[in-house]
């Protein structure tokens, strides 16, 4: 049984890593397609790119990219759901060690990863509240540094 559920991990894994998935955007001027990790593995213009401005390229690439990405994310949950299934059935071993806690449960979901840009708000904090403050003032954490007036500073 132990033997059968790590093939069926070995297998999902597999399948995993051949997943690629492709998308389009700027009027299907821009195609992407990612692997299974959301890495870019293609790049791909229409022969009429050079209807769009640069900055409007820049905006379709990450869109596309994005996209394919999302869409390797969804067939990646796929697969792990099918695998869970499959796992769901076993016993686990708290059924067989009834003192034993069941790690599975305490394994913690991890955060969705932000798609923003560098430097937005939401980069700052998970829920984007993180505050700004602009009134502000710069501090010496270092107290020796701090105390000292640049006027007796050891080094006059």
């Known amino acids: 049984m132990v033997q059968g559920g790590f093939a069926s991990v070995a297998r999902a894994q597999e399948e995993r890593a051949r997943l690629t998935a492709t998308a389009q955007a700027g009027g299907r001027r821009v195609t992407i397609t990612v692997n299974a990790d959301g890495v870019v593995i293609k790049t ?28 390797v994310r969804q067939k990646s ?3 792990m759901t099918a695998l869970r299934r499959e796992q ?24 969705e990863v932000s798609t923003a840009p ?6 700052d904090a998970p829920d984007g509240s993180a505050p700004r403050f602009t009134d502000v003032e710069d501090w010496e954490h270092d107290a020796r540094a701090r105390n000292r ?6 080094d006059w």
């Open 44 to 71: 791909e213009f229409s022969d009429d790119i050079d209807d769009l401005l640069f900055s409007e390229i820049a905006a379709a690439v990450t869109t596309a990219t994005q996209e394919a990405a999302a869409q």
């Open 77 to 79: 949950q796929e697969i």
């Open 88 to 111: 769901e059935r076993m016993p686990t071993m708290s059924e067989f060690f009834p003192a034993m806690p069941d790690i599975q449960a305490m394994i913690p979901t991890p955060p």
């Open 118 to 123: 560098p430097g937005s708000p939401e980069r």
């Open 149 to 154: 007036s640049s006027i007796a500073a050891p």
